[in-house]
């Protein structure tokens, strides 16, 4: 699982409890995962078609660091589907999991269009084995 997104939590991001409002997640996710599938399928017109369970499995307060991880799992005709973890970045102690998030590839008029991608594409700082720019020197 890729770890490129980090959010620090800070007071707008809290709910009454004091505690990081699930809401602000799950925008945080949609937006991060429907980048990814835009730089996948090679399409800037992406819609979120489906979201699985959503199992909060702890949280965060303010001044965290969390960090959002997604992977896809499957590519369909015209969709991308992924899974996500959020996890804080300190203590590595996971806040929410999700199964599967499917986003569906569009042509101008809204409708599925077929994307032809079948395998997740890396760019150099997307690669597991890269070392970064520094390496390259």
Known sequence: MNFHTRKWIK???LNPNGTLFGGSLLRWID???AIYAIIQL???RIVTKYISEI???STAVQSD???LGIMATKFGRTSLTMCCTVRNK????????IDEMVFVSVDENGRPKPHGK???HYDDSDRPDSAGP???S
């Open 11 to 13: 007071p707008e991001d």
């Open 31 to 33: 937006e991060e995962a």
């Open 42 to 44: 090679e399409n800037p």
């Open 55 to 57: 199992n909060f499995v």
């Open 65 to 67: 660091i969390i960090e």
């Open 90 to 97: 300190i203590s590595r102690k996971s806040i929410l999991t």
């Open 118 to 120: 079948t395998e997740i």
């Open 134 to 136: 520094a390496a390259h």
